[in-house]
């Protein structure tokens, strides 16, 4: 018998791509998201509000909105979950692949105790009694750190707090100790202090169950001591993507460079903090090029008028790199870095 290697995939995405009918036409919110992910490892997935960030995970769970349609392949053991029967992705969901909602509100049900709602999680997938499954789902409280979780637990939902519903989503998500999961800006909204504290409890627990992690935020700051790898989003195409140190070591995307020069550091002065001009495009009325060109500094005639392909790097990879980084952009990474330079002598 052969063991698996500890680097197999768990989860292999492949030209992923969510469309939506509306009445104005068709919105293509998703287009073209590859990657693979082992087990206990983590991708970040980032890019500003409305990139399709929530589109691709929702799409991975079967959990689109009616009017939205996905193709392409997310293979996990074997199966397309695109073409997987109802009652087949029913199964794994919850249990072997589970979801941490943008949105506890949402996520929760506001007319059930947090009790109710873990238990009967357990008492489905996993066959247990009332009894092993509330000590159960205590102790994920505990392991979420929500103090006196035995008084706390027989309360509903919006008697928690913000950053206290978060911890009971993640507690929730994590029942089954699922293989997979998919954590949709689970720190969002959350100050600084209690966003640290559930990243470390991510990390923690990925160590302990060896959980791959996609980690959804709008954040590359959040991304960089959690994540392996890195997919960067705009207008619903992936415009750069490899490991963290390819992201912040080497990205030569203009957006990547954009949002890296937005991330508060420490050691930088006030006047480096460069935000990104413009705003995100309306997904019903993309531009025909690069969905980027219309804030690119670098943008020209070809740029909005041809979509760039996702190709992989080939110079700039370093023999040992674990993954192949890809960019879109018809400026060659010479071009953007020599037009920084050029900035930065001006400013
Ligand atoms: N039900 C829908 N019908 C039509 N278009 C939709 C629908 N849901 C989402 N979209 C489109 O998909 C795009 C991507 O949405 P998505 O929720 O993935 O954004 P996001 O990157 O998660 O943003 P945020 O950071 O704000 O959460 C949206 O800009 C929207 O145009
Ligand atoms: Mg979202």
Redesign the pocket.
């Known amino acids: 018998m052969t063991t698996p290697s500890p680097k197999a995939p768990v989860l292999q995405v492949k030209d992923l791509q969510?469309q939506?009918a509306?009445n104005d036409g068709p919105?293509y919110?998703?287009n073209g998201v590859s990657f693979d992910l082992a087990r206990g490892q983590t991708l970040g997935i980032v890019?500003?509000?409305?990139?399709?960030?929530?589109?691709?995970a929702?799409a991975m769970m079967g959990l689109l909105?009616r009017?939205?349609q996905a193709s392409g392949q997310v293979l996990y053991q074997g199966q397309n979950l695109l073409t997987l029967a109802p009652d087949a992705l029913n199964t794994l969901r919850g249990a072997h692949i589970a979801m941490v909602f943008?949105d506890p509100m949402t996520a929760l049900n506001p007319y059930l105790t947090v009790e109710r709602q873990m238990t009967e999680v357990l008492q489905w997938h996993k066959g247990l009694d009332r009894r092993a499954a509330r000590q159960r789902a205590l102790a994920m409280l505990d392991a979420v750190k929500i103090p006196d979780a035995a008084g706390r637990i027989s309360r509903y939902p919006h008697e928690f707090s913000g950053g206290m519903r978060q911890r009971v989503m993640l507690a929730m998500s994590l029942l089954c100790e699922p293989e997979i999961l998919l954590a949709?800006?689970p720190t969002t909204a959350l100050d600084v202090t209690v966003q640290a504290q559930i990243l470390a409890l991510l990390r923690e627990l990925q160590r302990d169950l060896g959980t791959a992690i996609v980690l959804?935020t709008?954040d590359l700051g959040v991304v960089a001591g959690v994540c392996d790898q890195v997919l960067v989003?705009y207008g619903?195409r992936v415009m750069e993507q490899g490991s963290v140190e390819h992201i912040f070591a080497r990205a030569a995307h203009p957006y990547t460079r954009g949002l890296l020069q937005a991330i508060p550091r420490m050691d930088g002065e006030a006047s480096s903090l460069r935000a990104i001009p413009g705003t995100p495009p309306?997904?019903?009325q993309l531009p025909s090029g690069c969905p980027f060109a219309p804030r690119c500094a670098l943008a020209d005639a070809q740029c909005s008028q041809e979509v760039p392909v996702l190709q992989a790097i080939a110079a700039s990879q370093a023999a040992d790199e674990p993954f192949v980084a890809h960019r879109a952009c018809h400026r060659t990474e010479a071009q953007v870095l020599h037009h920084e330079v050029l900035e930065a002598g001006h400013g």
């Open positions: 969510v939506f509306t919105v919110a998703v890019g500003e509000s409305g990139s399709g960030k929530s589109q691709t929702l909105a009017q939205g943008q949709d800006e959804i709008h989003m619903g309306l997904m019903a």
